[in-house]
C-alpha cells in the first residue's frame, strides 16, 4: 500500500549529480515526503524530508512540485559509497501513530 | 551510527524455536518500530510502541509479540519459527509517535536464520 511511484533503478556516474525520481499523485496537504537510503542489507538511512518547500541538509537536496505530485532527490556530487535503494515514501498517518511504508525503492548504482 | 541498537546482530535457530530480538532506542526517543525484511517481501511494519504501549500493528504473526519496557527498550519475540522466518529484523526509534520532524531512525538489524 505505498503511496510512491519510483523507477526501478538508475545509473549514475562518479562525480555527477544524481537525480532521482519520485511520484506521489494521491498524497495528501498534511503529509510528508520522506527519503531513506539502504546500503546493502544495512538498516534504512534517513536523508531528508520535506512538506511543500524545497530542503537542503548535508547529504541531499528535495525539490518538490508545487502540486506536490512529485519530488526530486539530487545528490550533487555521487559516489562510489551513494549506491544503494533509496525510498522515497509518503508518510502514513493512522490514528496516533505515523509508520513509515517502504515500497520496492529504486535501486541507484554510481559507476567509476 | 543511528544510536538505535540491536542485539543479537546474527542468530542461527531451528525450526519450532523461539528467539528474543532486543532494541534500544536512541536516547530520548519515546517510540519503538520494528519491521521485517526479507528476500522476497521488501522492509514490511510489523508493530509500533509508544512509551510502553501498543500504538500501531502492521503484519505481524499471531507467533510474534513484542513489547516496551519501562526503560524504554523492546524486544521482539518469535516464536515456533519456521523457515519462511528466515529475515532481517530491523528496529526504529523516534522522539514522538507522530507529527513534523517525527525522523524514524533505523538501527542495523538482527539477521536471524531458521534451519
Known amino acids: 500500500d505505498a503511496k510512491t511511484t519510483q523507477p526501478p533503478s538508475m545509473d549514475c556516474a562518479e562525480g555527477r549529480a544524481a537525480n532521482l525520481p519520485c511520484n506521489h499523485s494521491t498524497i495528501s496537504g498534511n503529509e510528508y515526503v520522506y527519503w531513506y537510503r539502504q546500503i546493502h542489507s544495512q538498516g534504512p538511512q534517513y536523508i531528508i524530508h520535506?512538506?511543500?518547500n524545497n530542503e537542503t541538509n548535508e547529504m541531499a537536496s528535495l525539490i518538490i512540485t508545487e502540486d506536490r505530485k512529485s519530488s526530486t532527490l539530487i545528490l550533487p556530487h555521487a559516489t562510489l559509497r551513494d549506491t544503494a535503494v533509496y525510498y522515497c515514501i509518503v508518510r502514513v498517518a493512522q490514528g496516533g501513530s505515523e509508520k513509515l511504508v517502504f515500497g520496492k525503492g529504486m535501486k541507484l548504482t554510481v559507476n567509476p | 551510527d543511528s544510536g538505535v541498537t540491536q542485539t543479537p546482530k546474527h542468530l542461527i535457530t531451528a525450526t519450532g524455536q523461539r528467539v528474543t530480538l532486543r532494541c534500544s532506542p536512541r536516547s530520548g526517543d519515546l517510540s519503538v518500530y520494528w519491521y521485517q525484511q526479507s528476500l522476497d517481501q521488501g522492509l514490511q511494519f510489523l508493530i509500533q510502541y509508544y512509551n510502553g504501549e501498543e500504538r500501531a500493528k502492521g503484519n505481524i504473526l499471531e507467533r510474534f509479540s513484542a513489547q516496551q519496557f519501562p526503560d524504554l527498550h523492546s524486544e521482539l519475540n518469535l516464536s515456533s519459527l519456521e523457515l519462511g522466518d528466515s529475515a532481517l529484523y530491523f528496529c526504529?526509534?523516534?522522539?514522538?509517535?507522530?507529527?513534523?520532524?517525527?525522523?524514524?531512525?533505523f538501527g542495523e538489524g538482527s539477521w536471524l536464520t531458521v534451519v
Open positions: 520535506g512538506l511543500k
Open positions: 526504529a526509534s523516534s522522539r514522538i509517535s507522530r507529527g513534523a520532524g517525527n525522523t524514524i531512525y
